[in-house]
């Protein structure tokens, strides 16, 4: 999967998210309460909420919060509800960027993701200028510390699992599945006692954009305001 190199991205923000847990927490919590009101609270029954926990679990969201999140949503009284708005556009230097979001404020999203855009180099496109150009992957990453199994053993049990491709790095493996296998493969690996850094549904650009120096620093601004949003569920860009 070139230039997806999401490991790094974990690793490099792993200070800074310690330091929004909280922001991190609510987010979760949204993701979870809206999958429970749209499928119910049963994980076994209802695969969106399944993924929606085991990225509560992989952030070490406490129970607590994510038993409220669940008992909230399968309140019959009440009435909120999230809608998923996906935006698409192009950052400084000409990077593709996915917006995914969850909201109960559909006027206040648009207006914050636009405004994020427009102040940091950005234009807004519409539905598809550049979803076409990523692929819906589902993606984990096993941290190598600790693990017995070398590059070579770890590829074959993936495989066996029904993975389609894994990328290897000193510190991680990362492993990418066809949206409709993640999670048969990601119960495979769990039953095989691996324990999972990251695991969840991602999009993978097909190819990647060089980025230089008089647009980094602008494009990495754009992309903190997107991801600081709370309405803001993940960003997904094609920058190398």
Do not use: C
Not at 165 to 181: C, G, H, L, Q, V
């Amino acid at each position: 999967m070139s230039g997806h190199n999401k490991w790094s991205k974990i690793k490099n923000k792993k200070g800074a998210e310690d330091a929004k847990r909280g922001a991190i927490f609510n987010k979760l919590s949204i993701e979870i309460f809206a999958a429970a009101k749209a499928g119910g609270g049963d994980p076994a029954m209802n695969a969106s909420l399944r993924l929606a926990l085991d990225k509560a679990k992989a952030a070490n969201m406490p129970k607590d919060n994510i038993n409220r999140a669940i008992k909230k949503a399968t309140d019959a009284g009440d009435t909120t509800n999230y809608d998923e708005l996906t935006y698409e556009g192009y950052g400084p230097g000409g990077v593709a960027i996915l917006v995914h979001t969850l909201t109960d404020n559909k006027n206040r999203t648009d207006t914050n993701i636009h405004v994020a855009f427009s102040r940091n180099g950005g234009n807004l496109g519409s539905s598809g200028s550049v979803s076409y150009m990523f692929d819906r992957k589902g993606y984990i990453a096993i941290d190598r510390e600790n693990l017995a199994q070398d590059e070579d053993a770890m590829f074959e049990a993936v495989i066996e699992a029904g993975a389609e491709d894994m990328k290897t790095s000193e510190e991680a493996f990362e492993i990418y599945t066809d949206p409709s296998e993640f999670t048969a493969v990601k119960d495979a690996l769990q039953a095989s006692n691996f324990e999972f850094a990251d695991a969840r549904l991602v999009m993978v650009p097909q190819n990647t954009v060089a980025v230089d120096e008089s647009h980094s620093t602008q494009l990495e601004q754009l992309i903190e305001r997107l991801e600081d949003d709370d309405d803001v569920q993940e960003v997904f860009t094609n920058a190398e």
